[in-house]
């Protein structure tokens, strides 16, 4: 599924911008912190208007200034990880995987718990996981949602080296597994070559 995505948005004294035309994969934005790679995310998942451009997944227009598409966030599926993994700490495990579940997906939630190798943790409390636990159950939770793009937000920026190995692998595995896009935001050239991913360098203007 092709990514076309071509936005900017004038944040202060900067203008965040970013040009991406991609084929099915890995696609990963990388710079500095603070250059506006978080920004980009949230332009296409439908959290911040872009101030020009488009948006388009596949065959469908999430966003397009000229043509006045604007789809709302909760139907554009994208699927988004954030870098603290927002469990909802009042749910125990299972129940922050299957908060949100909706459609037909690509594997089913015993292949997901499998896959993630998390079938110990259903019944713990967001509060007594790792930090690497924590985001295998928010990958999790992001793929039975049914979302049509995976949106990856500096995912390993809490975990040590050995942690960080296993969930790039994770992240691989899961791409052969489903084929669904993915968006991955870093700092680190060191990551970004375990995943082979097609890389957008973004800068500042």
């Not at 040009?19 to 959290?47: C, H, Y």
């Not at 469908?60 to 700490?89: K, M």
């Not at 995987?97 to 943790?121: F, S, T, W």
Request: hydrophobic share 45%; glycine share 8%; with cysteine.
């Amino acid at each position: 599924m092709a990514l076309d995505i071509d936005v900017s948005r004038r944040v202060g004294p900067r203008d965040i911008a970013v040009r991406i035309q991609s084929v099915a994969g890995i696609t990963a934005l990388f710079g500095p912190s603070g250059v506006g790679k978080t920004t980009v995310l949230n332009m296409i998942a439908g959290l911040i208007r872009p101030d020009r451009g488009h948006i388009q997944v596949g065959d469908t227009i999430l966003f397009d200034r000229e043509q006045s598409i604007d789809l709302p966030p909760h139907r554009r599926d994208c699927g988004y990880v954030f870098q603290d993994n927002r469990l909802f700490p009042h749910l125990r495990v299972r129940a922050n995987l299957l908060y949100g579940r909706r459609g037909p997906i690509a594997i089913n939630l015993n292949a997901i718990i499998d896959l993630l190798g998390i079938g110990c943790l259903l019944d713990r409390w967001p509060a007594t996981l790792s930090g690497g636990e924590a985001q295998r159950v928010a990958i999790g939770r992001t793929l039975l949602s049914n979302p049509r793009l995976l949106l990856l937000d500096e995912p390993l920026s809490s975990l040590d080296g050995s942690r960080k190995a296993e969930l790039l692998a994770l992240i691989l595995e899961i791409y052969r597994q489903t084929a669904i896009p993915i968006l991955y935001v870093s700092h680190d050239e060191r990551e970004l070559s375990a995943l082979n991913a097609h890389i957008i360098a973004l800068a500042g203007h």
